[in-house]
């Protein structure tokens, strides 16, 4: 395993980790350079660029989330605007542009927080630098937040719009939300590079269904076929700017999760920047090229919502009609919002690994597997998603009113985060790229307002009292890590190290008296031996008649080592050991414990011995400062 934990108190690093490969390949160099022709260092499993992203697996690793939201983003608009009534829905094209407009603001803006963090984080590593630990808090809660809804709020959909065309799964919601979890759980934590290559059909097939939707459905110049049941649509509210407002706020649900790529540079093949740049340029593209298509369909068309069916439904049934390329498009649209839950899965982890690294959660999330996964962050995203479709049913109403409100909180802290970057390194047309990022951060403070005013009834209070609970955590973590560091006295050299007099040390064997002699005491007692100091093997028993017999046996051994009977009237094994050491702690004299232990062959057979082992080393840790260790004795049979 490719494993690496900081210790406690570590700072973060100021660079990116070399990988081992590189650390073999550099090694080799250098000890080779009179030769013509190095020899090639063969690369473990999971090192070298094969287990990083290309700018195509990009886009299908961490951009399905947003591509996707095609799917939900003009409908939102449109369920709005006809409040009222059938003719404002006309009014999502140029909400639409205005959306487009934004879409175009917030790329750029990742594509430059991309060259200037390429260590990934997104608006995290933005606000650490520009606005300090509390404004990157904020960030981090509402990306983690945001994420998490991610993958719900992708579940949820997609369980939806596959139960709509096969109604026997629609009491099975949220049964089928988990199935669809554990199999990208598992595709996840398999790998992010095979991940890509698992969603890379699926992403594919949807880009060119709705961008095929729209050519041929601009292209007629009247819908094929229409699909769903009327309904009648009174206007029983006035087009104000507050109703266009809502409708903004509402699209914008469109533009989550643009932020990933940014969020996972590390993910990407060397050159890591240039790659992510092209990723997020491409997505923003291909998502303004969709939004803008189905915006003008809708239009031109004046398709309003109609029971039974989706907005995007009726623009391919317009587009194809109602035969099986109608039916191919809806699956493809299905399958493309549950594998959006796979954005998260690239981005999380790798933020929670930034946030491990800054001691704000615990440590075990920068952990990677040999592929390289964080798994531990991807298995927290799974547990955190299952939780919220457990707690919501998998409702997707219930779901969307929180999915834009984090993410356009780590939007606004971006942009005003990288206007104070530009103020402050002063590079050539910093003057033109503040300019931008401050547009877009009033627009997305629009945003997330109106969002927090229009749907906190409606389930936003749930970001309001989620984020500053994990605010909360991170600062208790960070407290925790410190009081640690101080405690372990890091940032200055301690004093030199003790070693104690040979007559000071004591080394204790605990033994069974059933297997006091025999192999494994004989191993055990030579490790004691290898440590130096006085060896005492201890032995607890309440039957003297047994303790007779196993003090003659022992002399006619003779391994040179005291042996000393504890008395236990009450049966108990553990608690005499360590009132024995800590007797002998008292006198401050330094103890080792060296426990045998068997390991069966396999691991079905572990059950059918006695744990008092594990017990007794638990105990000890927890009342006395005896070193511990094991001997494994181990035996094939």
């Known amino acids: 395993m490719a494993d690496h934990e900081p210790d406690a108190g570590e700072p973060p690093a100021a660079h990116p980790r070399t990988s081992l490969a590189e650390d073999r390949a550099v090694a080799t160099t250098g000890a080779l350079l009179s030769t013509k022709r190095a020899p090639k260092v063969q690369?473990?499993?999971?090192?070298?660029?094969?287990?990083?992203?290309?700018?195509?697996?990009?886009l299908v690793a961490l951009s399905l989330d947003a591509l996707s939201s095609v799917a939900y983003g003009p409908e939102a608009i449109a369920l709005v605007l006809v409040a009222a009534g059938s003719a404002a829905v006309g009014h999502t094209l140029p909400i639409t542009l205005a959306i487009a407009a934004l879409l175009i603001l917030l790329v750029t803006s990742y594509c430059q927080v991309i060259a200037a963090f390429p260590d990934g984080g997104g608006s995290y590593a933005v606000a650490k630098r520009s606005f300090g630990p509390m404004v990157s808090l904020l960030a981090a809660a509402a990306l983690?937040?945001?994420?998490?809804?991610?993958?719900?709020?992708?579940?949820?959909?997609g369980a939806a719009s596959l139960a709509s065309a096969f109604p026997v799964l629609r009491p099975h919601l949220l049964a089928t939300c988990l199935v669809a979890l554990a199999v990208l759980t598992a595709v996840n934590l398999y790998g992010i590079a095979d991940s890509a290559r698992v969603l890379a059909v699926p992403t594919l097939l949807f880009i060119a269904s709705i961008l095929g939707m729209v050519v041929v459905g601009l292209a007629r110049s009247h819908p094929v076929a229409v699909v769903g049941?009327?309904?009648?649509?009174?206007?029983?509210?006035?087009l104000s700017v507050l109703l266009i407002l809502k409708a903004f706020s509402s699209g914008c649900s469109a533009l989550t999760g643009v932020e990933a790529i940014a969020n996972g540079v590390p993910m990407f093949r060397?050159?890591?920047?240039?790659?992510?740049?092209?990723?997020?340029?491409?997505?923003?593209?291909?998502?303004?090229?969709?939004?803008?298509?189905?915006a003008l369909l809708i239009r031109r068309d004046?398709?309003?919502?109609?029971?039974?069916?989706?907005?995007?439904?009726q623009l391919t049934a317009g587009a194809y009609g109602t035969g099986w390329l109608y039916l191919a498009v809806n699956i493809i649209v299905t399958l493309a919002l549950g594998l959006a839950?796979?954005?998260?899965?690239?981005?999380?982890?790798?933020?929670?690994?930034?946030?491990?690294?800054?001691?704000?959660?615990?440590h075990l999330f920068t952990l990677r597997s040999e592929r390289p996964v964080h798994r531990y962050g991807v298995v927290a995203v799974a547990v955190l998603a299952a939780l919220l479709l457990i707690t919501l049913d998998a409702q997707t109403h219930r779901l969307i009113p929180l999915f834009a409100i984090g993410v356009f909180t780590g939007f606004t802290i971006s942009q005003l985060g990288l206007v104070r970057y530009w103020r402050g390194e002063r590079p050539p047309g910093w003057a033109r790229r503040a300019l931008l990022n401050g547009t877009g951060a009033v627009a997305t403070t629009v945003a997330t307002l109106v969002l927090l005013v229009?749907?906190?009834?409606?389930?936003a209070w749930a970001v309001l009292v989620a984020v500053p609970l994990l605010i909360l955590l991170f600062r208790s973590v960070e407290r925790y890590y410190g009081r640690v560091a101080a405690a372990l006295g890091l940032g200055r050299p301690p004093a030199a190290p003790h070693r104690p007099a040979p007559e000071d040390r004591l080394v204790i064997v605990p033994l069974s008296p059933r297997s006091a002699i025999s192999v494994l005491s004989e191993r055990a007692l030579s490790a004691a031996l290898a440590v130096g100091g006085e060896v005492v093997a201890v032995v607890v028993s309440n039957t003297s008649d047994e303790l007779g017999d196993l003090r003659a046996r022992w002399e006619r051994w003779n391994p040179h080592v005291q042996l000393k009977i504890l008395d236990s009237p009450r049966h108990a094994v553990v608690r005499p050991v360590v009132e024995y050491v800590r007797r002998h702690e008292a006198d401050g004299r330094w103890i080792a414990v060296v426990i045998p232990r068997?390991?069966?062959?396999?691991p079905r057979y572990r059950l059918l011995h006695t744990q008092r082992d594990l017990l007794l080393a638990a105990s000890l840790r927890d009342h006395t400062s005896a070193m511990v260790c094991f001997v494994p004795f181990r035996f094939q049979g």
């Open 43 to 58: 690369l473990q499993h999971g090192e070298g660029a094969k287990s990083h992203l290309t700018s195509l697996q990009g």
């Open 144 to 157: 983690v937040v945001d994420y998490v809804l991610t993958v719900a709020v992708s579940l949820a959909a």
């Open 229 to 238: 049941t009327a309904e009648p649509l009174p206007a029983h509210e006035a």
């Open 270 to 294: 060397r050159p890591r920047v240039r790659r992510a740049q092209r990723t997020e340029l491409t997505l923003g593209v291909l998502l303004g090229a969709m939004l803008i298509g189905t």
């Open 302 to 313: 004046e398709v309003v919502p109609r029971s039974g069916v989706t907005i995007l439904a």
């Open 341 to 362: 839950a796979n954005t998260s899965f690239g981005g999380l982890p790798v933020l929670m690994a930034l946030l491990a690294k800054d001691h704000r959660l615990p």
């Open 454 to 459: 229009t749907k906190f009834t409606e389930g």
């Open 598 to 602: 068997i390991e069966p062959p396999h």
